[in-house]
């Protein structure tokens, strides 16, 4: 195991998105973890692609707070005279 | 909280109101219909901007959302939130209206990808840390309107990608549906619209030596 090559930064990176899934096979498991115990880079790389999601999260989610979200009037007299004309 | 139904008062109100506004809405009351848009059209507004980011188009889609919800509205199961139904609608309206942008060229993406040295190394390498977890950054009061902004940069069929699976929640196989593509494509698409925001983002909140 231990004479095996490592995997490749470009290669850790590629798979990401299966590993965080739980998509990816057990062997490869394996692998990426055994790169990520000798690359600070890849550790970094994977801590902010995980603060990404969830600050992407956080961003959104605020936006759906009702709080100042107003319709502006314009869109409500544009509604109510397109409604008229269909009723 | 009620013996008899298990659910808390207020949440009963709100129930009994929105299945007396349903009513009202199904009888064609126009007050009823425009309750409803002051009730609900700013956030939807919101939801549609971000998915369609030009305010002209985002405003014709709330339209079409309220005027598809009235047509429907004998449809509309009451075990469901109007809110929840609303909401859905919208994302609708704008997956479609994206369709129809994509017909058009898109921006690529490939600039905000991580690029490899022969090695397999990344051409910046090494990766930076940032200042702290998105808890500590959001403490901040511009975290949020700098992640939007960098989420507003991405090309169309990414950001809506993001939107679907990691705002909206959808899983894979019904993101894969809404927007007419394979479960693959998805994800493959997922992963590099994080990449690209990842790299929008790292400027902003990479750690920087200290003196």
Same mark, same amino acid.
């Given at each position: 195991m231990a004479d095996l090559p490592y995997i490749t930064c470009r290669e850790l990176i590629e798979f990401l998105y299966l590993y965080l899934e739980g998509e990816l096979p057990p062997d490869r498991v394996v692998e990426f973890e055994r790169h990520l115990s000798v690359c600070d880079s890849c550790v970094h790389y994977l801590a902010t692609y995980k603060e990404t999601i969830a600050l992407g999260k956080a961003a959104c989610a605020e936006l759906d707070? #009702?709080?100042? @979200?107003e319709v502006p009037e314009g869109l409500v007299l544009a509604i109510r005279s397109s409604l008229r004309s269909q009723i | 909280m009620t013996p008899d139904t298990g659910i808390p008062a207020g949440a009963r109100d709100e129930q009994g109101s929105e299945r007396d506004l349903v009513s009202r809405l199904r009888r064609g009351d126009e007050d009823a219909f425009e309750h409803l848009v002051r009730e609900h059209g700013g956030r939807l507004l919101v939801v549609a901007r971000r998915f369609l980011r030009e305010e002209e188009e985002a405003r014709d889609a709330v339209q079409e959302c309220f005027l598809s919800a009235f047509r429907a509205m004998d449809r509309f @199961?009451?075990?469901? *939130?109007l809110s929840t139904w609303l909401h859905r609608i919208v994302v609708n309206a704008c997956l479609m209206r994206l369709r129809t942008r994509r017909r058009k060229p898109e921006e690529p993406i490939d600039e905000f990808l991580p690029q490899f040295q022969a090695n397999g190394h990344?051409? *910046?390498? #090494?990766t930076p840390e940032w200042e702290g977890s998105a808890e500590t950054l959001l403490a901040r009061r511009e975290t949020r309107s700098i992640v939007r902004e960098a989420i507003d940069r991405l090309p169309d069929s990414y950001r809506a990608v993001l939107l679907l699976r990691d705002?909206?929640?959808?899983?894979t196989e019904e993101a894969a549906q809404s927007l007419g593509v394979t479960a693959n494509a998805v994800k493959i698409r997922l992963h590099r619209a994080r990449q690209a925001l990842r790299t929008l983002l790292e400027p902003r909140f990479r750690r920087t030596a200290s003196c």
């Open positions: 707070s #009702p709080v100042g @979200d | @199961d009451q075990a469901s *939130r990344q051409v *910046r390498h #090494p705002i909206e929640e959808l899983s």
